[in-house]
């Protein structure tokens, strides 16, 4: 037996969660606020990350001015921790890591890059990193998304923003089994499990799982563990009713059925005309008016979060 | 995931009650259910009609006690001795009736206003539109849907008027000119 020195206990686990969702104009960066905003309330210490390539604004949603120091000055190495560019937003527990307008794109950032921001938003003193990671399904995005111990994703009830949020559970899943491939050729049945037109036949992970049964068998129960560790959250935003609320268990039942994935309906907001009234006014609508519609929700959503909880369909 | 069974088609327990099969019932409809937003990006339009076909299979089985006494017992089900079915709404029904003349949708229409109930409260209750339940009681076949799917709005509107569920619905379905 090997003397190796018995580790240390680690600290308080930190959790990271991660809210995207495949389409830009869905809500996300509002939900990322508010939700980070009510943690805080919760009395956890939060620090939000706007990982939003397209547009990084959760300040604005947070009603705060263009900050001076972002993410892009700790990629850049202009300061030397990542606790200096975690700005105050005034609501106390709660700070922002503003998004660096371009340099998060692939085209910026490098592998060690991205792994060094992975390794110390890890090591925040704080309970919870919310991280917003805006619209898109590209590698880096996808890989917070991964990393995250809670993965969320933010749907409305529109085709096309379903329809992307299945492709964003795919995208992420699939590069996830493509890490676990030992195998040129597992690898190469996982890169084109996404293309419609795929030799293989393949459309959802069940599928790929079968592939990957037939042709190398030695590889398909690290596979399997992964699919079955993978647990997407739904959460349904701008709600109009009882049949929009009722898709986030119809998306958890199809994911189950003809994904093979477990996911969890995380909660819903309503529709709620004050969000967008104070969107207007540059205010966060949880903080201007806690008690609407919406803000009620953001509540129920977080508590059922910190509990690990979802809704579930009444039987 | 292997669908084996009519209780997994249906995703209940095979404890199920009549109530929960309903609901059940419901939810795989819309969840398959004609532009549904869940599963028309995910299943191609045979798989989502394999689907539909299985669910009406497994409910069809399992809504009969007759039926899913044999079902049980050859797939060795054991279940709780099985619990009466109660009205949807227990202040509107004290035991749950059947109308006494042919199930049309004008007899539907006439016991409904008898009651005093209206559509509006009827859909708030039974989660069908108020649209459709209009169509059931004109009469207007080419605009519901198909009886598969017909047959739980009845259910539903049956229920809410303390009307027996089942048999309401068999009866205005059995009056429905077949299509070809």
Same mark, same amino acid.
């Given at each position: 037996m090997t003397a190796v020195a018995p580790l240390p206990d680690p600290p308080p686990r930190r959790q990271i969660w991660s809210l995207g969702g495949g389409k830009g104009g869905i809500g996300k960066s509002l939900l990322t606020a508010s939700l980070g905003w009510q943690l805080a309330k919760l009395g956890k210490r939060v620090v939000l990350v706007d990982a939003d390539l397209g547009g990084a604004n959760l300040h604005t949603c947070l @009603?705060? $001015?263009?900050?001076?120091?972002?993410m892009g000055d700790f990629i850049r190495r202009r300061v030397d921790t990542i606790e200096e560019v975690?700005?105050?937003? @005034?609501? $106390?527990g709660l700070r922002l890591i503003s998004g660096a307008s371009d340099v998060l794109s692939a085209a910026n950032i490098k592998h060690q890059q991205k792994v060094r921001v992975l390794n110390r938003i890890r090591g925040l003193d704080v309970d919870i990193v919310l991280i917003d990671l805006g619209a898109g399904t590209s590698f880096n995005i996808l890989d917070f998304f991964l990393i995250s111990d809670v993965g969320m994703l933010a749907v409305v009830p529109e085709p096309t923003s379903i329809e992307n949020s299945y492709r964003f559970i795919k995208s992420a899943l699939y590069r996830r089994l493509r890490e676990l491939a030992q195998t040129q050729g597992v690898r190469e049945i996982v890169d084109n499990a996404l293309d419609q037109k795929n030799p293989w036949g393949i459309r959802t992970p069940l599928d790929l799982l079968a592939v990957v049964e037939r042709e190398a068998p030695g590889q398909s129960d690290a596979l399997r563990e992964a699919i079955a560790s993978f647990h997407p959250r739904f959460v349904v935003n701008q709600a109009r009713g009882p049949v929009d609320i009722a898709i986030g268990h119809q998306l958890v039942t199809a994911c189950t059925r003809h994904l093979g994935i477990r996911a969890t309906y995380a909660g819903f907001i309503d529709y709620d005309d004050t969000v967008w009234q104070c969107v207007r006014q540059r205010r966060l609508f949880i903080s201007a008016f806690p008690h609407c519609r919406a803000a009620e929700k953001v509540g129920k959503l977080a508590r059922a979060l910190l509990q690990n909880d979802g809704l579930t369909l009444p039987r | 995931m292997t669908l084996r069974t009519h209780y997994d088609v249906l995703g209940v327990?095979?404890?199920?009650t009549p109530e929960q099969l309903d609901r059940a019932y419901r939810f795989c409809l819309e969840l398959y259910g004609e532009g549904s937003l869940a599963t028309y990006s995910l299943l191609e339009p045979d798989e989502i009609r394999e689907a539909r076909r299985r669910i009406e299979e497994a409910y069809g089985v399992l809504r009969d006690p007759g039926r899913r006494r044999v079902y049980d017992e050859e797939k060795g089900f054991q279940r709780a001795p099985q619990i009466p079915t109660t009205p949807v709404d227990p202040s509107s029904a004290v035991s749950a009736v059947l109308l006494t003349e042919p199930v049309t949708g004008a007899a539907l229409r006439r016991f409904r206003e008898q009651k005093g109930i209206g559509l509006r409260e009827i859909s708030l209750r039974s989660k069908v539109g108020v649209r459709y339940l209009e169509y059931i009681e004109q009469e207007r076949h080419a605009l519901l849907p198909p009886p598969v799917y017909l047959r739980g709005f009845l259910q539903e509107y049956a229920s809410a008027l303390g009307l027996e569920p089942r048999r309401t619905a068999d009866a205005y379905l059995a009056l429905l000119p077949r299509q070809a």
């Open positions: @009603g705060l $001015p263009a900050p001076s120091l972002t975690a700005q105050e937003t @005034g609501c $106390p | 327990e095979p404890a199920a």
